[in-house]
């Protein structure tokens, strides 16, 4: 077993840009749909983004238009490309598989990256 690594987080003003990025060890990677969640402080972690094996893609409605989800199957890697971005962002995001996040991927949790947008 493994986790995820991610990482690409930082401090930005708002309208500005970061491009996260997630590495996994190809057995959980492989063949799965991936999501990018975040959660901000006092809220419940949220999906706002995921990508099928094929990439097939959905997001959540507050950041349709502004993100941007895409992986690398053959480097085992997910990344995010965050655009225009609001002080609402401001989250620790995190990867991981589904949604849903099944009890049995609970342990891929990571450390996640922090995104912090200022006014």
């Known amino acids: 077993q493994g986790q995820f690594v991610e990482s690409g987080g930082g401090l930005v003003q708002a309208g500005g840009s970061l491009r996260l990025s997630c590495a996994a060890s190809?057995?959980?990677?492989?063949?799965?749909?991936m999501g990018w969640y975040r959660q901000a402080p006092g809220k419940q972690r949220e999906v706002i983004a995921h990508?099928?094996?094929?990439?097939?893609?959905n997001y959540a409605d507050s950041v349709k238009g502004r993100f941007t989800i895409s992986r690398d199957n053959a480097k085992n890697t997910v990344s995010l490309q965050m655009n225009s971005l609001k002080p609402e962002d401001t989250a620790v995001y995190y990867c991981?598989?589904?949604?849903?996040?099944?009890?049995?991927?609970?342990?891929?949790w990571g450390q996640g990256t922090q995104v912090t947008v200022s006014s």
């Open positions: 991981n598989l589904g949604p849903p996040v099944t009890t049995a991927n609970l342990v891929y």
């Open positions: 990508i099928s094996w094929g990439g097939s893609t």
């Open positions: 190809g057995s959980i990677f492989r063949y799965q749909t």
